[in-house]
């Protein structure tokens, strides 16, 4: 399992390696379960060459307070772009109990901003209605990212360069990104030991329901053949823009994760939204650092298989942006 610390400054440690302020933990084992010298790896940056990292026997324990908790999925940078170099599939867990709060605050935040009923509360800016001011907007958006954090709802991302993917349709990108953030999903409910249902936003595929509908019998393919069990998913289905206004919730803090890696001009905001983003990820802290890799941020490929040095440099470059804005 990787974790990777997005931290403020880069970190003292004399047991575990650093790169450019990211912690490195590399093995498939909790920290409790490994031994230290397991996570002993060259200086150089790596991640786990495990995919979709399943419960080993050490997460799940039986129990009769199961709770369960929702998975929305949607898609941003679709197109690369001078400032979009990097696709991005994200997803918002919430848990059950929380849905109704979660509903309660946005509808809230949506009449306070004066959207009316049929109106899309989203991230864009442009998308929003014309009696709806940028100011106005921007604190609805505001007021719900603040309510998906004291909700206890979690952020999962998968993150992965334009150019890698260059030779994919967009059908081949989505699915492959997707199956990370659900297969993911379900790592995180059995760490928890949940259970939960993924409602993902209307996929551009041509055989969405099919997709959906492998995914939960067949579960996830390895690329070495094999299939992972999606164990912990009850439901895999789609939904829309407006269905509903945790959707809304989805499409704004991904968003605001999109605005913040794709060159932000005003830099201040970016920096307030990265902090509420990367707070959201599911993650573990040790002390100022943040352990979001091999948890709610997914970037792949894995760094010691990019031949190309301009790929590369992009990633480092990614990794500083973020760390910057953390500071």
Same mark, same amino acid.
């Given at each position: 399992?990787?974790?990777?610390?997005?931290? +403020?400054?880069?970190?003292?440690? #004399?047991?575990?390696?650093?790169?450019?302020?990211?912690?490195? %933990?590399?093995?498939?084992?909790?920290?409790?379960?490994?031994?230290?010298?397991?996570?002993?790896?060259?200086?150089?940056?790596?991640?786990?060459?495990?995919?979709?990292?399943?419960?080993?026997?050490?997460?799940?324990?039986?129990?009769?307070?199961?709770?369960?908790?929702?998975?929305?999925?949607?898609?941003?940078?679709?197109?690369?772009?001078?400032?979009?170099?990097?696709?991005?599939?994200?997803?918002?867990?919430?848990?059950?109990?929380?849905?109704?709060?979660?509903?309660?605050?946005?509808?809230?935040?949506?009449?306070?901003?004066? %959207?009316?009923?049929?109106?899309?509360?989203?991230? =864009?800016?442009?998308?929003?209605? +014309?009696?709806? #001011?940028?100011?106005? !907007?921007?604190?609805?958006?505001?007021?719900?990212?603040?309510?998906?954090?004291?909700?206890?709802?979690?952020?999962?991302?998968?993150?992965?360069?334009?150019?890698?993917?260059?030779?994919?349709? &967009?059908?081949?990108?989505?699915?492959? !990104?997707?199956? %990370?953030?659900?297969?993911?999903?379900?790592?995180?409910? +059995?760490?928890?030991?949940?259970?939960?249902?993924?409602?993902?936003?209307?996929?551009?595929?041509?055989?969405?329901?099919?997709?959906?509908?492998?995914?939960?019998?067949?579960?996830?393919?390895?690329?070495?053949?094999?299939?992972?069990?999606?164990?912990?998913?009850?439901?895999?289905?789609?939904?829309?823009?407006?269905?509903?206004?945790?959707?809304?919730?989805?499409?704004?803090?991904?968003?605001?994760?999109?605005?913040?890696?794709?060159?932000?001009?005003?830099?201040?905001?970016? #920096?307030?939204?990265?902090?509420?983003?990367?707070?959201?990820?599911?993650?573990?802290?040790?002390?100022?650092?943040?352990?979001?890799?091999?948890?709610? &941020?997914?970037?792949?490929?894995?760094? =010691?298989?990019?031949?190309?040095?301009?790929?590369?440099?992009?990633?480092?470059?990614?990794?500083?942006?973020?760390?910057?804005?953390?500071?």
């Amino acid at each position: 399992m990787d974790q990777l610390a997005l931290a +403020n400054k880069p970190s003292v440690c #004399s047991s575990i390696p650093i790169y450019r302020g990211f912690v490195v %933990y590399c093995g498939s084992h909790p920290p409790e379960k490994s031994h230290a010298r397991d996570w002993m790896q060259s200086s150089f940056f790596k991640f786990s060459s495990t995919v979709y990292p399943i419960s080993r026997g050490w997460a799940v324990q039986s129990s009769l307070d199961c709770k369960m908790h929702l998975l929305l999925t949607d898609e941003t940078n679709q197109r690369p772009g001078r400032d979009a170099r990097f696709f991005i599939l994200g997803g918002l867990v919430v848990p059950f109990d929380s849905i109704d709060a979660l509903h309660t605050r946005i509808e809230t935040a949506r009449k306070g901003a004066g %959207y009316r009923e049929q109106d899309e509360l989203k991230f =864009e800016t442009n998308a929003r209605p +014309n009696q709806v #001011s940028v100011q106005q !907007a921007t604190e609805a958006k505001r007021q719900v990212i603040a309510a998906a954090q004291e909700l206890g709802c979690k952020f999962i991302a998968h993150v992965i360069h334009h150019e890698i993917i260059r030779n994919q349709d &967009l059908e081949q990108q989505v699915q492959w !990104a997707a199956d %990370y953030v659900i297969g993911r999903f379900n790592y995180y409910l +059995n760490t928890i030991n949940d259970t939960g249902i993924c409602a993902v936003d209307n996929l551009p595929v041509r055989a969405q329901f099919r997709y959906l509908s492998d995914k939960f019998s067949l579960g996830l393919s390895l690329p070495d053949g094999n299939r992972v069990r999606l164990d912990r998913i009850r439901l895999l289905s789609a939904t829309c823009a407006n269905a509903s206004h945790l959707s809304s919730a989805m499409d704004i803090v991904l968003g605001a994760f999109r605005y913040c890696l794709n060159n932000p001009r005003n830099q201040d905001a970016a #920096s307030e939204m990265m902090k509420s983003v990367v707070e959201l990820m599911w993650h573990e802290k040790r002390g100022d650092e943040i352990l979001a890799v091999g948890k709610g &941020l997914i970037v792949r490929p894995e760094m =010691e298989n990019i031949r190309n040095q301009e790929y590369r440099k992009d990633y480092d470059e990614l990794f500083d942006h973020i760390n910057r804005l953390l500071g």
